[in-house]
Every structure is written in structure tokens, then in C-alpha cells.
């Protein structure tokens, strides 16, 4: 039996148990997006769950997400977006990506990008301001510049008057906006604009399926922590 023939229940994705992965964000919005059904199964970062037993043999790299699809699984979410294109086109399922190929290639760029670049954003502004609670210190030089850099990439993108990238939603896009909220939702300077944009991704039900689930997994770890 190859990927191809393989049953829609047989999806699971494997995720960190507090939701705070961006990139297990992505690939459960992309398998959200596609309308099958799939279960979630959390792996425990902290106690390095992720590097041992079980997991550690599914997923040769030992990262999140891993996606389960029968006897196959793959790790890195830009693969599994692509892996779930290929085996659940349109019209039959919902299209992560744009029709076109250069659009097409200009999304999977986005997507390398934010996952290889930018790191000052990212280890000043982690996706616990995202999905937690914001911090009080300032940018630093190099991530202001690097703030300048995404600021300056997504203003040409997006063109006017467009809530998505390329007319249509794509998965770069709920990529962008997470890269995004992580300067919106902490406070610091962005244009009313990419404001804008990043709101309105933020409300796609895929994107908003996850942040209940966030939600309440934060607001489980607040209920157990210690009281002062």
C-alpha cells in the first residue's frame, strides 16, 4: 500500500505539549486546512522525550513536528505542508500553496527564510510572547535590525489593499504572521499596516483552533504552578 492509498484517519501529528512550536503551529494549520482528520500527540520537550524511545525512532532528526500518515513519517513542517499538497491536492482539499509557480516558489522562500534567518527576533522574542505572556527588554541593536529586514521584505510582498500574500491564504502566510506577532504582540514598533495584516491572519479558524488549545494548555500550566 503506498502514502498515496492510505485512509485519512491514519494522520498524526506530533507536537510539543505546551504548544510553543511555531513550526508544529504551521503543520497543524496545514492538516487543519485540509479538512482530514487527525490526531494529536504531545511529546514532552522538557524531559527530552523527543530524544529517546519511541520518538527518537520515528523521527531520525528527533525534531517537532513529526507527521504520521500510516508507516510513514516525516519531520520539518515546510515537508510536511508540501507532502500534504502532493497527496491531498485541490479541488478534492483545501490548497496550502498558490497556483502558480512562481507564487508557489516565492511561498516556499517565505517559508525557508523565517525558518534559517532572523535569529536575533527569534531568541529576543520567543514564541513564549506569542502564546504567554510579553517581556519588558528592548530589542537589541541586531534585532532591530533584523526587525527591519522582515519589515522591509513583507511590505514588498504584500501588496496594497491585500489580506494575503498572494490573494489567496497560504500557509506562508499563518508562517509570517507568527513571525510577525512576535514584535506585534510584545509591544514593540510595526506599521499599522502589517498590523493589520497579521490580525487578520490571526483569525483564520485554523490559526484560531490552535490558540484555544494553547490557551488552555497555558492556562493549565498557570493553575499547577507554585503559588507565592
Known amino acids: 500500500m503506498t502514502a498515496h492509498e492510505l485512509t485519512d484517519h491514519e494522520f498524526t501529528l506530533h507536537i510539543d505539549s505546551r504548544f510553543l512550536s511555531p513550526y508544529?503551529?504551521?503543520?497543524?494549520?496545514?492538516?487543519?486546512?485540509?479538512?482530514?482528520?487527525?490526531?494529536?500527540?504531545?511529546?514532552?520537550?522538557?524531559?527530552?522525550?523527543?530524544?529517546?524511545?519511541?520518538?527518537?525512532?520515528?523521527?531520525?532528526?528527533?525534531?517537532?513536528?513529526?507527521?504520521?500518515?500510516?508507516?510513514?513519517?516525516?519531520?520539518?513542517?515546510?515537508?510536511?505542508?508540501?507532502?500534504?499538497?502532493?497527496?491531498?491536492?485541490?479541488?478534492?482539499?483545501?490548497?496550502?500553496?498558490?497556483?502558480?509557480?512562481?507564487?508557489?516558489?516565492?511561498?516556499?522562500?517565505?517559508?525557508?527564510?523565517?525558518?534559517?534567518?532572523?535569529?536575533?527576533i527569534r531568541e529576543e522574542r520567543t514564541t513564549e510572547v506569542v502564546f504567554l505572556e510579553p517581556v519588558a527588554k528592548p530589542l537589541t541593536a541586531a534585532a532591530t535590525t533584523a526587525a527591519k529586514t522582515l519589515f522591509d521584505a513583507v511590505q514588498a510582498w504584500l501588496a496594497p489593499e491585500r489580506n494575503n500574500l498572494f490573494g489567496n491564504w497560504c500557509i506562508a502566510d499563518t508562517d509570517l504572521a507568527l513571525m510577525l506577532n512576535r514584535l506585534i504582540l510584545n509591544g514593540d514598533p510595526v506599521t499599522a499596516r502589517l498590523v493589520d495584516y497579521a490580525g487578520h491572519q490571526w483569525q483564520r479558524p485554523s490559526v484560531q483552533t490552535w490558540l484555544t488549545q494553547a490557551n488552555l494548555v497555558a492556562g493549565q500550566t498557570q493553575d499547577q504552578a507554585p503559588k507565592q
Open 24 to 120: 508544529a503551529m504551521s503543520a497543524f494549520v496545514a492538516l487543519t486546512e485540509k479538512g482530514v482528520p487527525f490526531q494529536l500527540k504531545k511529546v514532552d520537550l522538557a524531559s527530552g522525550e523527543h530524544l529517546k524511545g519511541d520518538y527518537s525512532r520515528m523521527s531520525l532528526t528527533r525534531r517537532i513536528p513529526t507527521l504520521t500518515h500510516g508507516t510513514f513519517n516525516l519531520s520539518e513542517s515546510s515537508a510536511i505542508a508540501e507532502y500534504l499538497e502532493d497527496i491531498l491536492p485541490a479541488p478534492a482539499h483545501f490548497p496550502l500553496y498558490p497556483q502558480k509557480a512562481d507564487q508557489r516558489a516565492t511561498a516556499r522562500q517565505i517559508q525557508a527564510w523565517l525558518r534559517s534567518d532572523l535569529m536575533p
